[in-house]
């Protein structure tokens, strides 16, 4: 598991998908199938809302450091 530190959701999103980037060269199976099914979410506008949504919440609520 990765653990990423930022001040601001928008930080994480973007260490998230260099993330993505490096894993997805590497081609880990893990990591590709769930990029699958990020790939599928994105098909669906509100799907894909909902879900950026509850990651937000998330992030906000983790305690600072």
Do not use: C
């Amino acid at each position: 598991m990765v653990l990423y530190h930022a001040n601001s959701f928008e930080e994480i999103a973007e260490l998230s998908k260099q993330h993505g980037m490096e894993i997805f060269q590497k081609r880990d199976e893990a990591h590709l199938k769930a990029m699958n099914e990020m790939q599928e979410l994105v098909q669906k506008p509100e799907a894909m809302k909902n879900w950026f949504e509850n990651r937000k919440k998330e992030f906000e609520t983790l305690p600072s450091d």
